[in-house]
């Protein structure tokens, strides 16, 4: 039906039509490249598996206001930037910040979702030190907001 080059250039995104069905789907086409490997926090390895990152991504913002369109754009921006940055291993640490870094952009409450489980929150006093920091980060926001009212008013 249509395909499309991504942006950068690294995938093809297809729309398809079943044959019998004729239900609608998108399918995309990447280039195969060398194994990005992963290293996990107890020393494994395995190969980067966008998958993944997309599962978790789609579990923080279950029940949020975020389409899968938005969810899929975070994953390519994770994607693209690994494969930019690193050329054969990637620790899975850094993958995790990439992706909290991305989702705290993008809302707050998957943000703490993904947090929770990304740096296993044992009490809440680990929770509510997570929520101190966005409330913290979120009051610094608005006074900037503020500032920048009361001196374009001065103009």
Not at 38 to 55: A, C, E, H, M, S
Not at 91 to 116: C, H, P
């Amino acid at each position: 039906m249509d395909s499309r080059l991504n942006s950068d250039g690294t995938s093809i995104r297809r729309r398809r039509q079943c044959s019998k069905c004729e239900e609608r789907f998108t399918t995309y086409e990447y280039i195969e490249e060398v194994p990005l490997m992963v290293v996990k926090r107890d020393g494994r390895r395995q190969p980067f598996d966008r998958t993944r990152v997309l599962n978790g991504l789609i579990k923080a913002c279950e029940k949020r206001p975020i389409s899968v369109e938005q969810i899929e754009s975070v994953v390519d921006d994770i994607e693209h930037a690994i494969r930019k940055k690193y050329d054969r291993e990637i620790y899975s640490k850094d993958i995790g910040e990439m992706v909290m870094t991305n989702l705290s952009i993008l809302d707050e409450v998957a943000y703490v979702r993904f947090a929770s489980v990304y740096r296993q929150f044992r009490d809440v006093n680990q929770f509510m030190n997570e929520l101190q920091t966005i409330l913290s980060k979120n009051k610094l926001k608005k006074i900037k907001k503020q500032k920048g009212r009361i001196y374009k008013g001065a103009r």
